[in-house]
């Protein structure tokens, strides 16, 4: 009787976390799906800058700089992206302060032989940024970020709770055997199925992607330090200075390059604030690491070594401090990785659309009830999907800007009414059930 | 359904199946890993051949639904991880 009850709490528990965060789950397992592509992404949108030519050596770094500067008054530099192989560009991040709506971040792409601009690319206003910012934080600066959070614990009691319950819903059931009696069935099974093969990677997606979304309140609850923060403790001029210093950035590259084996740097930042330094971040050995998290940190003047973090040399708890964002979204592989993320990244938003269904069609005993249903869900998906699509067209063409100006009011509005209509609607249940029976009549 | 099968189609076969997406994540992003390294510094073989074996086996136990072929896959699994961790 005990085991009884506790297993329809766990399948209420299940049944309920999966109604309220089953949607942010769809949303985000389609999004993310794509999400692992990124690279990709970017590269087939770039490829046209890629060199026809190379040269025997690289054009200086302060020519280049100057001319970016003058090309792009009022930017200033980010840092830079070295090539990675022989005939891909230098790419300069630059990114212009004007405000929320005004800010721009640019990549520009840069002969590294020649020094010669390729052209340019507006970053905010990206499809690269628009995924990542919609997986993220849903387009909203803060609060997106916690409900993609919570939406992480959400899936993780899903996928406990669900596992807990398995036992009792498969019965004198085969594993994997589909019944087609009707719709409901078809889906349950699917949704059992599914949930099992997915189970491992949405509990470590879920685990991850709570971490990440969750990660600026828990430091600052729990004071957690990030591991790699070296700081070179004496300023050495003031940051206007500083900023105006000159360096050697192919030699800098080169220097770093000697210290971590297998390092491949993928961003040189310079310093700003006088400490006179130069960070080159990298990675080293294809393994399941947040990206750009090796570096090596050297003087601006004369090269030399400050200090050196190669995550492979670091404890375990460096270690799995900055496996979370790896692990999650899989860039760490190749494509065959990638395409096996994906599929995978699809099995949650199939598990919110299957569970959606069986709790709607449970109950509906005419064909008429049954069809409202598959109407709804079919509404459901393509809004959601089509949502989706636009916010990515407005960002694309119109403006990372205008999409999150559109997205963040109407996710607030549709939030406030939600949880509004539903207040109401138990109070107004409670307050039926209250009345005496001979009043009702 | 007796308890053996039961416990089969219940317990071993899904745990079976998510050592499967584990051990076929792993095996693909060994793949990845033969294809993006250069030739001075390439990954070892073990993790390769111990990974697409488990893999085998376990895509196996879908179809075989014997319990003693189940549990055989279970230690191999286990046996795997340990030799990949």
Request: include cysteine.
């Amino acid at each position: 009787m005990a085991a009884k009850k506790s297993k329809n709490l766990l399948w209420k528990i299940h049944q309920w976390i999966g109604l309220y965060v089953g949607i942010v789950i769809a949303a985000l397992s389609l999004t993310g799906a794509v999400a692992v592509f990124i690279p990709e992404i970017d590269a087939f949108l770039e490829r046209g800058y890629e060199l026809k030519e190379i040269g025997d050596s690289y054009a200086p770094m302060n020519g280049i700089i100057s001319q970016v500067q003058l090309e792009n008054p009022g930017f200033r530099v980010l840092g830079a992206m070295p090539p990675a192989k022989a005939t891909d560009p230098l790419i300069l991040n630059i990114f212009l302060e004007a405000g929320v709506k005004d800010s721009k971040r640019f990549q520009v792409f840069i002969n590294p032989y020649t020094g010669a601009i390729l052209g340019q690319k507006n970053h905010t206003d990206s499809l690269s940024n628009y995924l990542r910012q919609i997986h993220v934080r849903l387009m909203d600066a803060w609060w997106g970020r916690q409900l993609v959070g919570l939406a992480g614990i959400g899936l993780f009691v899903l996928c406990v709770t669900g596992l807990l319950i398995y036992g009792q819903f498969m019965k004198n059931q085969l594993f994997g055997a589909i019944r087609k009696k009707n719709l409901r069935l078809l889906m349950a099974d699917w949704h059992k199925m599914v949930g099992m093969a997915a189970l491992l990677f949405n509990l470590m997606i879920a685990g991850t992607g709570a971490w990440l979304g969750l990660q600026p309140i828990l430091i600052k609850a729990f004071d957690i330090k990030a591991p790699n923060t070296f700081v070179r403790t004496e300023k050495i001029s003031s940051p206007e200075v500083d900023l105006d210093q000159e360096y050697d950035f192919w030699k800098a590259v080169e220097a770093a390059k000697a210290q971590i084996p297998g390092f491949i740097p993928t961003q040189v930042i310079p310093s700003k604030n006088g400490t006179n330094t130069i960070e080159v971040k990298g990675d080293a050995g294809h393994l399941p690491f947040e990206p750009h998290i090796s570096q090596v940190v050297l003087d601006k003047t004369s090269l030399e070594i400050l200090d050196v973090y190669d995550i492979r040399e670091r404890a375990f708890s460096d270690k799995f401090y900055y496996m979370q964002e790896g692990l999650h979204f899989g860039r760490f592989g190749g494509i065959f990785l990638k395409i096996a993320y994906a599929l995978l990244a699809i099995t949650s938003g199939v598990l919110s659309i299957t569970g959606f269904f069986i709790y709607l069609i449970r109950k509906k005993k005419t064909a008429e009830e049954k069809d409202l249903v598959k109407k709804t869900i079919f509404i459901y998906s393509i809004s959601t999907i089509t949502l989706i699509i636009l916010l990515g067209l407005i960002t694309v063409f119109i403006g990372y800007a205008y999409a999150t100006l559109l997205m963040t009011p109407a996710v607030y509005i549709f939030l406030f009414c939600f949880i509004s209509y539903r207040l109401f609607s138990y109070w107004k249940k409670e307050s039926l059930s209250k009345e005496p029976i001979h009043e009702k009549g | 359904m007796k308890k053996d099968k039961q416990l089969t189609e219940h317990y071993l076969l899904p745990l079976n199946l998510c050592f499967l997406s584990f051990f076929g994540v792993f095996m693909f992003y060994e793949l990845d890993r033969w294809l993006m390294l250069d030739a001075l510094q390439s990954a070892s073989f073990i993790p390769l051949v111990t990974c697409g074996l488990a893999t085998v086996f376990l895509a196996g136990s879908i179809k075989f639904r014997n319990p003693y072929f189940q549990g055989f896959c279970v230690l191999l699994s286990l046996v795997a991880l340990i030799i990949l961790f």
